[in-house]
């Protein structure tokens, strides 16, 4: 691009002279082709040359190019590839290590309106672009070396200013940790008091009972908050130890929708199982259950009552497992789908805290997913319910 845009400035100069010296010639030319009185050879000329022709094609006058080039000017005009009341560069490759740029025009001798012949006016400009690709090479290799130099500033300058912010995210994450894991012995005491008082027969209020009966939802709410906060940070400093082994997938997606049906009952929600058995898994059994556990529960949480939910497991190619739960809940719209696996984002705020959702439950099914290698699709659409497919590849164990 900058070759070109050199070129371009160049010629440009170069072209607007011979297209201003070529008419001068060809005026020259005429009185001299009238009075049929010619000089003798004007001889060679570095900086332009021409050849002056009859209306029968025949040289009458020249002033010759230099020798070097003057069979290429000869075979270009013989061509008749010379545009006229135009300039055109030509490029003569005979010698790859020595090419020659040549520039040339014509014009028409004409006297008292007619024509009587005709004018190649050329310029030999090979240096210029010798010139030209030098300069190119130099810049080049100068806005390589600034590109380099400022590479290495840059690099140096993020590296002193990202220091401070990465320990200060570092003591961020670790905070997250310890917070989480100091917080859950406290919320265990508080629950095992509730279930206490919940269990005196001195409380006989109503009102007492269903205040005992709010605390103990709100600490298992905190708890389930809690500890989801604990596995996100976790995650995040590879503290998690994730142990690789084979194991009966389709068991374990089984004693999860077991252990998930009282909780759809409350809602009269009926799960649908497609689950073959004896498909086998190479990966981390706990964090499989998690994910399946995270699907499931979302699936009940966001079905309206007498709903369905359809949960299944296949086999694909390459031995890789598929599973999906599918529901006919309330539905994610579109502009919300690619948003939902951020932490703590939650479509419907309000519904979801009534719900008991904290926005980090699919975070966590991202990062199990990823953990493994798998993949997650989503198809969903506002009031016809939401499927979450997730394909997983078998673990190295």
């Known amino acids: 691009m900058a070759q070109r845009s050199m070129e371009w400035a160049v010629t440009s100069e170069q072209a607007r002279e011979l297209s201003a010296v070529v008419q001068e010639v060809a005026e020259t030319e005429a009185m001299l082709l009238q009075n049929g009185n010619f000089p003798d050879d004007l001889g060679t000329r570095e900086r332009m040359f021409f050849y002056a022709y009859d209306d029968s094609g025949k040289l009458r006058n020249f002033s010759r190019a230099p020798e070097r080039i003057e069979n290429d000017v000869l075979q270009v005009i013989q061509g008749g590839q010379i545009p006229f009341n135009d300039v055109a560069v030509f490029e003569q490759h005979k010698d790859p290590e020595k090419p020659r740029v040549l520039m040339m025009t014509a014009a028409n001798v004409m006297a008292s309106g007619h024509y ?62 310890d917070a989480s894991h100091e917080l859950r012995t406290p919320l265990s005491v508080v629950m095992a008091s509730a279930d206490l008082l919940a269990n005196d027969p001195s409380i006989e209020s109503p009102f007492l009972k269903q205040v005992i009966e709010d605390l103990k939802d709100e600490v298992k709410k905190m708890s389930k908050l809690v500890g989801d906060l604990l596995t996100v940070a976790r995650s995040d400093n590879n503290a998690e130890k994730i142990k690789f082994q084979k194991f009966d997938l389709s068991s374990v997606m089984q004693q999860v929708t077991r252990n998930m049906q009282m909780m759809a009952e409350k809602k009269n929600i009926t799960i649908a199982e497609n689950i073959p058995d004896g498909i086998s898994y190479a990966g981390d059994e706990q964090k499989i259950k998690q994910l399946i556990l995270i699907f499931v529960d979302n699936a009940i949480k966001y079905t309206q009552e ?59 099914a991202k990062d199990i997913i990823e953990v493994h290698h798998g993949q997650i699709y989503i198809e969903s659409a506002l009031g016809q319910g939401t499927a979450f497919t997730v394909e997983l590849p078998q673990q190295k164990v």
């Open 306 to 364: 007498n709903g369905h939910i359809d949960v299944a497991l296949a086999l694909g190619r390459n031995n890789k497992v598929i599973f999906s739960v599918r529901d006919n809940g309330i539905g994610i719209a579109k502009e919300d789908q690619e948003k939902i696996f951020g932490r703590f984002y939650r479509v419907d705020k309000a519904r979801s805290r009534e719900m008991g959702g904290n926005g980090l439950g699919l975070a966590i």
């Open 116 to 177: 009587i012949g005709v004018v190649y006016l050329g310029k030999d400009i090979t240096a210029l672009y010798k010139g030209i690709k030098k300069s190119v090479y130099l810049l080049s290799a100068i806005s390589l070396l600034a590109l380099l130099v400022a590479a290495g500033i840059g690099y140096s300058m993020s590296g002193t200013v990202m220091a401070p912010m990465q320990k200060a995210y570092e003591k961020q994450r670790q905070f997250a940790a």
